[in-house]
């Protein structure tokens, strides 16, 4: 594990690049990042895909709302 010490002299160093060197060095870091387990598993939506003869009503939206209870906000 790096120390904070060490966070602040590469800080210091990056901070000194020039403008397209520190954008290489970002994109080099998102390529090398892992990905979370969930983001593979993703699945969505196509378009289209639900299309069909009767249309969305204003009902369908608000049945589809999360509408969290006070123990899901709070814990309590």
């Known amino acids: ?3 904070n ?3 602040e002299q590469i800080t210091a160093q990056v901070v000194q690049l020039p ?3 520190r954008l290489r060095l970002i994109h080099w870091i998102i390529d090398t990042l892992p990905l ?3 983001a ?3 699945q969505y ?3 289209g895909q639900f299309h069909g003869v009767r249309m969305s009503t204003e009902e369908d939206f608000y ?3 999360w509408r969290p209870t006070e123990m899901e ?3 309590a």
Do not use: D, K, T
């Open 36 to 38: 979370p387990r969930e």
């Open 73 to 75: 906000l709070n814990g």
């Open 40 to 42: 593979a598993q993703r």
């Open 63 to 65: 049945l589809a709302e």
């Open 1 to 3: 594990m790096i120390s």
């Open 5 to 7: 010490s060490s966070v």
């Open 19 to 21: 403008f397209s060197e």
């Open 45 to 47: 939506l196509v378009y």
